[in-house]
């Protein structure tokens, strides 16, 4: 069964400094990709990145990066030079090839000034 | 191009009353969700349809059901409102291929009293 396991129910930054959001899957598919979204205050789900299980370069995305260790099962967010509007639920999401999404409980990021 | 609407935003039910969350997407997707988010947590997969005619049960599917005769759009339609149906509704949209995002609509927030 798919499965996906942030382990960090709170974090805060510092605003400008980078910060990595952890989240780790389980699959027994080769192929599948990896989502992160973003939830800020108002409620709306915002996509961030995709990786894919074949990517062999992490994918970026202005300050979003993704930091994808395959054999590990891994799959960390980066962002990098916070800002007070990263202030959000971030939410770690994995899908196989014509399967549902599977969401992880969510980060609460928290950007200090 | 809209993306995925959802009417209404906001809805308060007295406990028994029905209600129908409608929600359309104008991109041709084939996959449909519906899933709940209580107060400060992940989300719940209640259904999900992978094409007209078709749907299925997600993980909290009790006191809930869907109908799918088009594309575009995919209702949930609670029976008997209990004040545990208390959340906000989101639906979503995705093509079946893992490496394509799931599009969310901007949420119904339902209290029931």
């Known amino acids: 069964a798919q499965k996906i396991t942030q382990t960090q129910p709170g974090m805060f930054v510092q605003e400008k400094e980078a910060v990595t959001l952890d989240c780790t899957y389980d699959?027994?598919?080769?192929?599948?990709?990896l989502f992160w979204y973003k939830q800020p205050s108002s409620g709306e789900m915002i996509f961030l990145i995709y990786?894919?299980?074949?990517?062999?370069q992490n994918a970026t995305e202005g300050r979003y990066s993704l930091n994808f260790q395959k054999a590990r099962k891994s799959a960390n967010l980066v962002i990098s030079a916070s800002q007070l509007g990263d202030s959000a639920m971030y939410f770690c999401?994995?899908?196989?090839?014509?399967?549902?999404?599977?969401f992880g409980p969510g980060t609460r990021l928290s950007v200090l000034p | 191009n809209a993306g995925v609407t959802q009417t209404p935003k906001f809805r308060i039910l007295k406990i028994g009353q029905s209600m129908t969350l409608q929600c359309t997407q104008d991109?041709?997707?084939?996959?449909m969700y519906w899933y709940r988010q209580d107060p400060g947590m992940g989300l719940k997969l209640i259904y999900y349809?992978?094409?007209?005619?078709?749907?299925d049960k997600g993980e909290v599917p009790n006191g809930y059901n869907v109908s799918r005769s088009t594309t575009e759009d995919f209702p949930l339609r609670l029976e008997l409102a209990a004040p545990s149906q208390t959340s906000v509704y989101f639906c979503?949209?995705?093509?079946?291929?893992?490496?394509?995002?799931?599009?969310f609509g901007p949420g119904t927030r339902l209290t029931v009293t």
């Open positions: 979503a949209s995705s093509y079946w291929v893992a490496s394509y995002e799931q599009y």
């Open positions: 699959t027994s598919d080769q192929s599948y990709g």
């Open positions: 990786q894919g299980s074949y990517d062999e």
């Open positions: 999401a994995m899908r196989e090839d014509g399967q549902n999404f599977v």
């Open positions: 991109m041709n997707h084939n996959y």
């Open positions: 349809s992978v094409g007209a005619g078709i749907t």
